[in-house]
C-alpha cells in the first residue's frame, strides 16, 4: 500500500470517530513517530499497518472501495455538468449529451436531446408546479420533445445525464441565473 493511500484513509478513519492524532496512532498500534515516518516517506506501510487500518475502517463503518466508488460518482457528475450559453437561452432551445444505462440509445432517440423552452402560459404555470412539488421534474418535462417527455424514457437515462436535462431545462425555462430564481420560489 502506497504512503499516500495509507494516510488518506486513516485521516478519513480520525475524522469519523473525532480522534486526535496520538488517539489515532494508539488504535493504529503504531507511535506517532512512525506515523509521521511513514507520512514523509522514510518508512513503508508495513502489512500488520495494512490490516490494522483496514479493521478500523471495519469498524468505523467505512469502506475504502465505497468511497472510491463515491469519488467515481462525484467526478462523473461533474464531467457531465452542462454549460448553458446566452445564446442558447436567446435561441430558447439547447442540445444536451446524454448517456443510457444499457449504454446505447432508445430507438426513439440517440446520444444528443434538443430541449425547447416552452411558451410563456406554461413557463408561468410551471413556477407553481416547482413550488408544490419542489421538483425540477415538470420543468424537465416541459422542455423535453413530446415524444420523450415521460418517465419511462427517463428511467433508461443515466443519473448524471437526466441531472444534465433538469439544469438545462432549467436555464431555458428561468433563465442564466435560475438557481437563484429558484431559490427565492421556493424560499
Same mark, same amino acid.
Given at each position: 500500500?502506497?504512503?499516500?493511500?495509507?494516510?488518506?484513509?486513516?485521516?478519513?478513519?480520525?475524522?469519523?470517530?473525532?480522534?486526535?492524532? &496520538?488517539?489515532? %496512532?494508539? !488504535?493504529?498500534?503504531?507511535? +506517532? =513517530?512512525?506515523?509521521?515516518?511513514?507520512?514523509?516517506? $522514510?518508512?513503508?506501510?508495513?502489512?500488520?499497518?495494512?490490516?490494522?487500518?483496514? &479493521?478500523?475502517? %471495519?469498524? !468505523?463503518?467505512?469502506?475504502? +472501495? =465505497?468511497?472510491?466508488?463515491?469519488?467515481?460518482?462525484? $467526478?462523473?457528475?461533474?464531467?457531465?455538468?452542462?454549460?448553458?450559453?446566452?445564446?442558447?437561452?436567446? %435561441?430558447?432551445?439547447?442540445?444536451?449529451?446524454?448517456?443510457?444505462?444499457?449504454?446505447?440509445?432508445?430507438?426513439?432517440?440517440?446520444?444528443?436531446?434538443?430541449?425547447?423552452?416552452?411558451?410563456?402560459?406554461?413557463? %408561468?404555470?410551471?413556477?407553481?408546479?416547482?413550488?408544490?412539488?419542489?421538483?425540477?421534474?415538470?420543468?424537465?418535462?416541459?422542455?423535453?420533445?413530446?415524444?420523450?417527455?415521460?418517465?419511462?424514457?427517463?428511467?433508461?437515462?443515466?443519473?448524471?445525464?437526466?441531472?444534465?436535462?433538469?439544469?438545462?431545462?432549467?436555464?431555458?425555462?428561468?433563465?442564466?441565473?435560475?438557481?437563484?430564481?429558484?431559490?427565492?420560489?421556493?424560499?
Amino acid at each position: 500500500m502506497q504512503a499516500a493511500d495509507f494516510m488518506a484513509r486513516l485521516e478519513r478513519v480520525k475524522q469519523n470517530q473525532d480522534w486526535s492524532w &496520538q488517539e489515532t %496512532a494508539k !488504535a493504529m498500534e503504531l507511535s +506517532r =513517530s512512525m506515523l509521521h515516518f511513514i507520512k514523509t516517506g $522514510k518508512y513503508s506501510v508495513s502489512e500488520k499497518a495494512a490490516k490494522r487500518l483496514h &479493521q478500523l475502517e %471495519a469498524q !468505523a463503518g467505512i469502506s475504502p +472501495r =465505497s468511497q472510491a466508488v463515491i469519488e467515481a460518482i462525484s $467526478k462523473e457528475a461533474e464531467k457531465a455538468k452542462p454549460k448553458v450559453s446566452t445564446a442558447d437561452i436567446e %435561441a430558447g432551445y439547447a442540445d444536451v449529451e446524454v448517456k443510457f444505462l444499457s449504454g446505447g440509445p432508445p430507438p426513439s432517440s440517440g446520444h444528443k436531446i434538443r430541449l425547447f423552452r416552452p411558451n410563456i402560459k406554461i413557463r %408561468a404555470k410551471l413556477v407553481g408546479d416547482l413550488r408544490g412539488e419542489q421538483s425540477y421534474h415538470p420543468v424537465l418535462l416541459a422542455c423535453l420533445p413530446h415524444e420523450l417527455a415521460n418517465d419511462s424514457f427517463l428511467d433508461l437515462l443515466n443519473v448524471h445525464s437526466y441531472n444534465a436535462l433538469a439544469e438545462v431545462a432549467m436555464a431555458l425555462v428561468f433563465g442564466s441565473d435560475w438557481e437563484k430564481s429558484a431559490s427565492n420560489m421556493t424560499g
